[in-house]
């Protein structure tokens, strides 16, 4: 089954922990991207990934590092956790080219304490 | 910046129709749609490339106005599995794919 995959699905943290969340997909996709849902503030992009070892920052990547060491995989990192990140994670994987329908993962929701 | 959706929900009755519009301040290259039901990802709809190009579901129409930088998207006839969070999604006309700015969101309820 074609998917994009998140672990884990739930993370309770304390600040300044580090910890990094998986991102797999199956559909041999280039493009790869975090985005972080916060009530009334929608989906904002953090990074992506426009193939192996080309990543480029979103539109609040304060405090996130990435890494595409391979095509399937686009884990994010948080190197010290504060509580202003905790939130709704989604990565989200496509197809490179113009018409590229983004497929997203189940969600990772982070508390961070 | 992000774009601006509205209306910022929308309560329906099964079979009405429903108009979401996104607007945004910067020239584009593509209008992506996605609904996302509660406690649930994201779910494409449709994108709308500058030039008239479309992808997008069957039942699912929308528009992109290049000039105004604005996209409808028309609901028609609803259901209740019409229920759900609508999320626009634009893309610079840079054309360096794919920094995707997404919109607050439209929540619509249908009703029986």
């Known amino acids: 089954e074609a998917q994009v995959t998140q672990n884990p699905r739930y993370l309770i943290t304390v600040t300044g922990k580090k910890l990094t969340v998986t991102c797999s997909q199956n559909?041999?996709?280039?493009?790869m991207s975090w985005y972080r849902q916060d009530p009334g503030l929608g989906l904002r992009q953090i990074y992506y990934?426009?193939?192996?070892?080309?990543?480029d920052k979103g539109d609040v990547p304060e405090g996130y590092k990435v890494s595409r060491k391979e095509k399937r995989n686009f884990p994010l990192i948080l190197e010290s956790p504060s509580p202003n990140q905790t939130s709704l994670y989604f990565c989200a994987s496509s197809l490179w080219g113009k018409v590229n329908e983004q497929f997203f993962g189940p969600g990772t929701r982070l508390t961070v304490l | 910046q992000q774009p601006v959706q509205s209306p910022q929900a929308v309560i329906l009755r099964e079979g009405e129709d429903a108009v979401i519009n996104c607007s945004s301040s910067k020239a584009l290259y593509s209008v992506h749609w996605y609904r996302q039901k509660h406690g649930e990802a994201p779910v494409f709809l449709m994108i709308l490339l500058k030039g008239g190009e479309q992808k997008g579901h069957e039942k699912i129409s929308a528009s992109f106005n290049e000039k105004k930088q604005q996209s409808s998207l028309y609901l028609t006839a609803s259901q209740l599995s019409y229920s759900g969070t609508y999320f626009c999604?634009?893309?610079?006309?840079?054309?360096?794919?794919?920094?995707?700015?997404f919109g607050t969101g439209t929540r619509l309820q249908v009703t029986l």
């Open positions: 559909m041999n996709h280039e493009y």
């Open positions: 990934s426009m193939n192996v070892e080309v990543t």
């Open positions: 999604g634009t893309e610079p006309q840079t054309g360096t794919a794919s920094k995707l700015t």
